[in-house]
Structures are given as structure tokens and as C-alpha cells.
């Protein structure tokens, strides 16, 4: 390992791109970050301003360095919410995202905006995350934005 590379940690992962089918494998994230306790989380890691992220396909042993702005979505196991603090103030909002690949993701975004701004379109519009998160079953779908045709309110 290099004395220049931080630790990292794998987590399983599908990734579906603009072009071909959706695609099992591991993504990196950081061991440890400045602003919590803990690794990364999958959002965070898509949302930092690097262009392209780490991918290893399971059918293969190469990693692929991934365009963010060509990634439709990256699917992950469910990761509770474990900080009594933000779940006392998580909502749930829960939508219908329509995908320019045709795919139709149904399900909870759980957020952590003030009380006068918690509607869809205050979670939906922030700038300049291009990431935004739904989870429809036991996996969270980490969606890009620019990817999204539309969004509709489901309460």
C-alpha cells in the first residue's frame, strides 16, 4: 500500500450506467471520514466532487474507474440509521422516481431538512449534490439526479 493511499472499505454494490445492464460488484468507500464516526457512506462518496469512483464487477478482477455523470443509480444493503440524534430527526417522504432507462423506483427517502422545507421538492432540488437516495426494498438506490425524469409524491 502505498504511504499515500487512506484506507478504504468495500461494500457490495450494483451499478447501472446509461449504457448496458445493471452490474453486481464492490464499491470503495473511506475506512473513516472528518465529520462522523464511522466509514463513508455510499452517498457521500458519490456526491464528493471526484469525477469517477472505484468499481470492481464481480464477473471480474479489474477495477473500473466509473463516471459519475454516466451513472444512473448504485444499489446498496440497507444501512440502518443508528444515530439517535438524526433519527429523532429524520422524515420519510416517500416518492415515485421515473428513470431515463425506463426503471421505476418506488419507495422512502429519509430526510433531515428543516420543518418549513421537507416537501419532495426541497430533497429533491438541492444543488449541487448530484445524489440523491430512495429505498424501495432492502436496498438503498443512490440515484443521480441529472437522471431523473420525474418525481412524483406517493403520501
Known amino acids: 500500500m502505498s504511504a499515500f493511499q487512506l484506507p478504504s472499505t468495500t461494500l457490495p454494490a450494483q451499478l447501472t450506467l446509461t449504457h448496458g445492464r445493471p452490474r453486481a460488484g464492490t464499491i470503495y468507500v473511506g475506512a473513516r471520514v472528518p465529520h462522523h464516526d464511522g466509514a463513508e457512506t ?28 454516466q451513472t ?31 426503471v421505476t423506483l418506488r419507495g422512502g427517502a429519509v430526510v433531515e431538512l428543516p ?12 444543488a449541487p449534490e448530484p445524489f440523491c437516495a430512495i429505498t424501495p426494498d432492502e436496498s438503498t438506490h443512490y440515484v443521480n439526479r441529472a437522471h431523473v425524469l420525474f418525481a412524483r409524491p406517493r403520501d
Open 42 to 69: 455510499p452517498l457521500e462518496m458519490l456526491n464528493r466532487r471526484d469525477a469517477f469512483f472505484p468499481f470492481r464487477a464481480a464477473e471480474d478482477e479489474a477495477v473500473l474507474l466509473v463516471a459519475k455523470r
Open 115 to 126: 420543518e418549513d422545507q421537507s416537501r419532495p421538492l426541497d430533497y429533491l432540488n438541492p
Open 72 to 102: 444512473i443509480a448504485l444499489a446498496v444493503d440497507r444501512a440502518p440509521i443508528t444515530d439517535p440524534d438524526r433519527l429523532s430527526a429524520a422524515k420519510e417522504l416517500r416518492l415515485e422516481l421515473g428513470l431515463d432507462n425506463g
